[in-house]
């Protein structure tokens, strides 16, 4: 814990009370604290979230020209399968199951390389990867990176202010990070550059990876469907950019506590399955925190899961070597005793009424 308890950048406003308590900002410490990151003039350690940023705000002519340019009933379907499918399934998959918790393994550098880029490039693995150890380890208490009691904007503009690295590591700590972020492919900073940058990604391979993958993926949808299908595309990644930022607040009750009885297992946390993050993006969130490296999250009849089936299929062509399903475990551990428990104390309730 002592490593995860300082790796990643604190807040300027802090992380906790000394008492234990969670700090909650108000928005003007939070809006505060969010442009002074994304001053690369102050600090060039800044560039990487000011560049995450970049690239959502280069996508809003591209949205702005399928509204008012290229708007039809198909365009917003292809934009809502895109936005709502494509990229949040791609999410889940590549960020979440691959990158940050291993829950499968490729047979070699092109599947991963293929599946890295089915979709244009936007979120920077090193933000989400190294953050969402911490959310795991932190979850819903003083600092987890976007704990929901925080507030909404707590959350929303949390890759910013909460989740990017630590610019004053050790070398030894920063080799740590290295070694949670070489299986992505990701070229790591020397401990030389990361000094330099704060960060473990390279700006300018950064800048490179982006416009050659942009281009690609314009080119493509172009090729499919002229200048309207890409700008429609490109705008509803930009969609999807900034709706997966409002996730974790839903996703663990809005700072409430929403878990249902036979339906989120997990005691340990706020997190909660939600029917509309899992059918588009597999994203059952509960049974994700109740087996993070299970490369299914989807484990009841009606929780489908399309991240598992992308996963599944690289496994029947050979692509995927290796996987983790966690569902016989679920089943057997939860879901099993749950429905015994109930059969057991339906007749004590019928009983109890029938004497009333």
Same mark, same amino acid.
């Given at each position: 814990?002592?490593?995860?308890?300082?790796?990643?950048?604190? *807040?300027?406003?802090?992380?906790?009370?000394?008492?234990? @308590?969670?700090?909650?900002?108000? *928005?003007?410490? $939070?809006?505060?604290?969010?442009?002074?990151?994304?001053?690369?003039?102050?600090?060039?350690?800044?560039?990487?979230?000011?560049?995450?940023?970049?690239?959502?705000?280069?996508?809003?002519?591209? %949205?702005?020209? %399928? &509204? %008012?340019?290229?708007?039809?009933?198909?365009?917003?379907?292809?934009?809502?399968?895109?936005?709502? $499918?494509?990229?949040?399934?791609?999410?889940?998959?590549?960020?979440?199951?691959?990158?940050?918790?291993?829950?499968?393994?490729?047979?070699?550098?092109?599947?991963? %390389? +293929?599946?890295?880029?089915?979709?244009?490039?936007?979120?920077?693995?090193? &933000?989400?990867?190294?953050?969402?150890?911490?959310?795991?380890?932190?979850?819903?208490? *003083? /600092? @987890?990176?976007?704990?929901?009691?925080? =507030? +909404?904007?707590?959350?929303?503009?949390?890759?910013?202010?909460?989740? *990017? &690295?630590?610019?004053?590591?050790?070398?030894?700590?920063?080799?740590?990070?290295?070694?949670?972020?070489?299986?992505?492919?990701? !070229?790591?900073?020397?401990?030389?550059?990361?000094?330099? #940058?704060?960060?473990?990604?390279?700006?300018?391979?950064?800048? &490179?990876?982006? $416009?050659?993958?942009?281009?690609?993926?314009?080119?493509?949808?172009?090729?499919?469907? /002229?200048?309207?299908?890409?700008?429609?595309? +490109?705008?509803?990644?930009?969609?999807?950019?900034?709706?997966?930022?409002?996730?974790? #607040?839903?996703?663990?009750?809005?700072?409430? @506590?929403?878990?249902?009885?036979?339906?989120?297992?997990?005691?340990?946390?706020?997190? $909660?399955?939600?029917?509309?993050?899992?059918?588009?993006?597999?994203?059952?969130?509960?049974?994700?925190?109740?087996?993070?490296?299970?490369?299914?999250?989807?484990?009841?009849?009606?929780?489908?899961?399309?991240?598992?089936? #992308?996963?599944?299929?690289?496994?029947?062509? /050979?692509?995927?070597?290796?996987?983790? @399903?966690? !569902?016989?475990?679920?089943?057997?551990?939860?879901?099993?005793?749950?429905?015994?428990?109930?059969?057991?104390?339906?007749?004590?309730?019928?009983?109890?009424?029938? =004497?009333?």
């Amino acid at each position: 814990m002592a490593f995860l308890d300082h790796v990643l950048q604190p *807040p300027s406003y802090g992380w906790k009370h000394e008492n234990g @308590d969670l700090i909650k900002p108000t *928005p003007k410490q $939070i809006f505060s604290e969010f442009f002074s990151r994304l001053n690369v003039f102050k600090s060039r350690k800044n560039w990487l979230a000011f560049f995450s940023w970049l690239k959502v705000l280069c996508l809003v002519p591209f %949205f702005l020209l %399928f &509204i %008012f340019k290229f708007f039809s009933l198909w365009m917003l379907l292809a934009a809502f399968v895109y936005s709502m $499918i494509v990229m949040g399934t791609h999410g889940t998959i590549w960020y979440h199951r691959y990158c940050t918790h291993g829950a499968y393994k490729f047979k070699n550098a092109f599947w991963r %390389f +293929f599946t890295q880029n089915l979709t244009l490039k936007i979120i920077p693995e090193e &933000i989400y990867v190294v953050s969402h150890h911490v959310h795991h380890a932190k979850s819903d208490q *003083p /600092g @987890d990176p976007y704990n929901a009691q925080g =507030g +909404f904007l707590y959350c929303f503009l949390a890759d910013v202010n909460h989740q *990017p &690295i630590a610019t004053d590591l050790s070398e030894g700590d920063y080799k740590r990070i290295g070694n949670l972020m070489k299986h992505t492919g990701v !070229k790591v900073n020397t401990y030389v550059q990361y000094q330099k #940058y704060g960060s473990v990604a390279n700006p300018y391979s950064a800048v &490179i990876y982006w $416009i050659v993958n942009w281009s690609l993926w314009y080119f493509i949808f172009y090729a499919m469907g /002229g200048h309207a299908l890409a700008c429609t595309l +490109f705008g509803a990644a930009g969609f999807w950019a900034v709706g997966v930022r409002t996730f974790n #607040y839903d996703g663990h009750g809005q700072g409430d @506590d929403k878990r249902r009885d036979g339906v989120d297992y997990n005691r340990n946390d706020m997190s $909660i399955n939600q029917l509309w993050p899992g059918y588009v993006a597999g994203e059952w969130h509960n049974n994700h925190h109740l087996y993070p490296k299970s490369a299914r999250s989807g484990f009841m009849p009606h929780q489908i899961d399309l991240a598992w089936c #992308y996963i599944k299929f690289l496994s029947m062509i /050979g692509a995927v070597t290796f996987y983790r @399903d966690s !569902k016989k475990e679920f089943l057997e551990n939860y879901h099993k005793p749950y429905l015994e428990t109930k059969k057991h104390a339906e007749p004590q309730v019928a009983v109890a009424e029938a =004497g009333l």
